[in-house]
């Protein structure tokens, strides 16, 4: 093979040199590489495990203020229900008072009325007792004749319509 130009000695020279080459690279920096490449992968693994993480807390906090905003809503309505109802029932209560308060002063003022009326009629009374005593002076005053009779309890009549 000399012919060719390949001298053995320097190709085997060369193997051996390839293969120590080979020996200290596998030796010195393929399982140092591959450590760092395995650790570096492992923090990449463990870096997704942790966002998976994070991303779960995150839906599951979402989920929590999702709740309790829905409770937060739900206790509003039925505090603007229970508000609403207050109100009512204060409405109806004042209504309630108001009515009271009105038919109060409507027998207040029947009574007020009873009252002036019957002060009314006993003044009515006292002018026609009056009215008849006069009236009775008058007739024994004079002789009492049938026209005489007539005109007194005509006068006493008129003066009657003229007090109501």
Known sequence: MEGLGI???SLALQ????????FILYKFLYNPI???????QERIQKGLEEAEKAQQKVAEAQAEAERILEEAKQRS????????QQGEKMREEILAQAREEARRMIEK???????????ALAEVRRQAIDLAVLTARKI????????????????FLSQLDNLS
């Open 34 to 40: 591959l450590n760092t490449l395995k650790a570096r």
């Open 77 to 84: 309505q039925e505090i603007l229900a229970q508000v609403t």
């Open 15 to 22: 193997a051996v040199n390839f293969l120590l080459l080979l």
């Open 7 to 9: 001298d053995w000695k």
């Open 140 to 155: 024994v005053g004079q002789a009492l004749d049938e026209q005489a009779h007539h005109r007194l309890i005509s006068e």
């Open 109 to 119: 003022a029947r009574e007020e009325i009873k009252r002036e009326r019957e002060l």
